[in-house]
């Protein structure tokens, strides 16, 4: 069996974990969750624990999988998730127009991008901006296409990052 498997998951208070014979369902103060799984992996809930369990021997990757991503759930559904991001640049600006985001990149137009349903956009400042949600997929993949529209580049470093992002830089020409 896998080790990651064989670790229980703990379920705080207030989240709820119900199971069915192909998906597994996480409910919490932060919303709800579904995740398919095959129907020989059991998951087994019992005193605020989740731990799966299979007999085939081809699915015990699987297995750890879904407990990594059980655990993810459950921590989404309680504390939810949150990925920073931070504009370079002169001019570079973002500013919530309703639910919509719309962003100054250096183009002749500005981005608006729309929030998907179940994400929260927020700026603080006029360079920072915040994803949140309880689906930690759907975060990074939200923080990853807005920062799409603008990679740093390396001369100046000047795009959008994340926050704590390391960006290499290189020297320029020389004449």
């Known amino acids: 069996m896998s080790r990651v498997a064989k670790k229980p998951v703990a379920l705080p208070k207030g ?86 985001l719309s962003l100054s990149l250096g183009f002749s137009h500005p981005v608006v991008f729309k929030a998907p349903e179940g994400i929260t956009l927020a700026t603080p400042t006029q360079t920072e901006i915040v994803v949140q949600g309880a689906d930690k997929q759907r975060v990074g993949e939200v923080a990853a296409k807005i920062r799409a529209f603008r990679p740093p580049e390396p001369y100046k470093g000047k795009g959008v990052k994340y926050a704590g992002e390391n960006i290499i830089r290189k020297e320029a020409k020389k004449a």
């Open 15 to 100: 989240v709820e974990v119900s199971v069915q014979d192909e998906s597994i369902t996480v409910k919490g103060p932060k919303g709800t969750l579904t995740q398919a799984k095959p129907a020989a992996i059991t998951l087994k809930l019992d005193n605020g624990t989740a731990l799966f369990e299979t007999q085939d021997e081809a699915l015990v990757p699987l297995t750890g999988t879904l407990r990594a991503i059980l655990a993810n759930m459950v921590e989404g559904v309680s504390k939810g998730f949150e990925r920073k991001l931070e504009l370079v640049g002169v001019g570079y600006r973002a500013a919530m127009q309703g639910k919509d």
